[in-house]
């Protein structure tokens, strides 16, 4: 099976999200380049072509609290896998 291209939207459901979020990605930029946004701004993880079994770390800190990031392939793939995904809270607590 081959997907067009896909997008992954997580929403944090606690009371305040992480100020910091991470992963490891495997197969992301076999066909298209994959892209990270949060905010309305849009970060390239990996850009085309990667190969694959490529694995790699990518991770963003925030000065306020992460509520919503996507992760989109733009490129058609048989998969994706996002693991460890890490979240870092701080801050002061109310």
């Given at each position: 099976m081959t997907l067009d291209s896909y997008r992954l939207d997580l929403t944090m459901t606690n009371k305040r999200g992480p100020y910091a979020v991470?992963?490891?990605i495997t197969d992301g930029a076999e066909t298209g380049a994959l892209t990270f946004t949060l905010d309305g701004q849009a970060f390239t993880i990996a850009p085309c072509c990667q190969g694959e079994a490529n694995v790699q770390f990518f991770g963003v800190v925030s000065a306020k609290p992460i509520v919503t990031f996507s992760v989109t392939s733009s490129g058609?793939?048989?998969g994706l896998a996002l693991d460890k995904l890490t979240m870092a809270y701080g801050g002061r607590r109310k």
């Open positions: 991470g992963f490891y058609t793939a048989d």
